[in-house]
């Protein structure tokens, strides 16, 4: 009976990123967040149109991309690799 309990409780806590629609018009993203840690205490760290931002998240289930532990992420402007990066290390 307690377990029933504690998995309607964590299954009624779980959030959501929000949906994103359209996409980024930028050549380049612009990442907000990288973490959780990076966000306010009342929002989640979320893939956005052009990077990951910190969005409030929804108690329904979406689309939406949360970043997971472990993903490649750089706060701020993060621009495609173009194979040239080499010519740029001095």
Do not use: H
Not at 11 to 34: F, H, M, Q, T
């Amino acid at each position: 009976m307690i377990l029933l309990v504690v998995c309607i409780a964590v299954a009624a806590s779980e959030n959501y990123c929000p949906e994103v629609k359209g996409e980024c018009s930028l050549s380049y993203r612009i990442n907000d967040c990288c973490s959780q840690n990076d966000c306010p205490s009342y929002a989640m760290c979320c893939k956005g149109r052009c990077g990951y931002v910190c969005k409030n998240p929804s108690t329904s289930p979406t689309n939406g991309v949360a970043i997971k532990p472990g993903d490649e992420c750089k706060i701020g402007r993060v621009y495609p690799k173009t194979g040239l990066e080499w010519l740029f290390r001095f």
